[in-house]
């Protein structure tokens, strides 16, 4: 960056010179190689000539990706005896546009005994669980608390939303009873 373009709020690029370690810290969007001082991200220079601290403020911010200890919430789209597939939609309350997909195994549901996942969820149920381990790139998911597990159910025969009358699950349209490991607020609020 010459001296006559050195001021806050330049564009700038990956690898763009800002300046020399000597004249300034690195702050947030900066790396320093062999002594100059590069843009890390595509944004904007401040220039705290103060502190005498340079920062890049990116102008588009990185996808969401969901980590460990992340709660999501996402669509059932595969369920097996022993597991069930996720296709992640929201990381907390940020929805995302990237696509993630999630694994629920059985031992993950419940801190108690659960005999099939088909008793757990459906195909098409909207859930929100942890993840737990992301290890070989994989999402592991659990809904091992209260507060996860459904949230949205639709009838396995009719497709109507399910209402939750006690602790059962009766579709209002057909009568067909189902059974899920639903979250404490079912049916509250949007998905």
């Given at each position: 960056?010459?001296?006559?373009?050195?001021?806050?709020?330049?564009?700038?690029?990956?690898?763009?010179?800002?300046?020399?370690?000597?004249?300034?810290?690195?702050?947030?969007?900066?790396?320093?190689?062999?002594?100059?001082?590069?843009?890390?991200?595509?944004?904007?220079?401040?220039?705290?000539?103060?502190?005498?601290?340079?920062?890049?403020?990116?102008?588009?911010?990185?996808?969401?990706?969901?980590?460990?200890?992340?709660?999501?919430?996402?669509?059932?789209?595969?369920?097996?005896?022993?597991?069930?597939?996720?296709?992640?939609?929201?990381?907390?309350k940020k929805s995302i546009s990237g696509s993630f997909t999630g694994?629920?195994?059985?031992?993950?549901?419940?801190?108690?005994?659960?005999?099939?996942?088909?008793?757990?969820?459906?195909?098409?149920?909207?859930?929100?669980?942890?993840?737990?381990?992301?290890?070989?790139?994989?999402?592991?998911?659990?809904?091992?608390?209260?507060?996860?597990?459904?949230?949205?159910?639709?009838?396995?025969?009719?497709?109507?939303?399910?209402?939750?009358?006690?602790?059962?699950?009766?579709?209002?349209?057909?009568?067909?009873?189902?059974r899920r490991k639903i979250a404490s607020d079912y049916g509250e609020?949007?998905?």
């Open positions: 960056m010459t001296d006559s373009a050195r001021k806050s709020g330049q564009f700038v690029a990956p690898g763009d010179r800002l300046g020399v370690i000597e004249e300034f810290t690195l702050g947030p969007g900066t790396y320093e190689e062999e002594g100059t001082i590069y843009s890390e991200v595509t944004g904007r220079t401040l220039m705290d000539m103060l502190n005498k601290k340079i920062s890049v403020f990116p102008l588009v911010h990185a996808v969401g990706v969901p980590k460990v200890g992340s709660t999501v919430t996402g669509q059932v789209s595969d369920v097996q005896s022993r597991s069930a597939t996720l296709r992640i939609i929201k990381i907390g694994i629920l195994h059985i031992s993950d549901v419940s801190p108690g005994f659960v005999e099939s996942m088909f008793d757990v969820c459906k195909a098409g149920d909207i859930m929100r669980a942890r993840v737990v381990s992301d290890k070989n790139r994989v999402l592991h998911l659990s809904t091992a608390d209260k507060n996860l597990g459904v949230v949205y159910a639709l009838c396995s025969r009719c497709g109507q939303m399910l209402p939750l009358k006690g602790l059962r699950m009766r579709c209002t349209s057909c009568g067909k009873i189902e609020g949007e998905i």
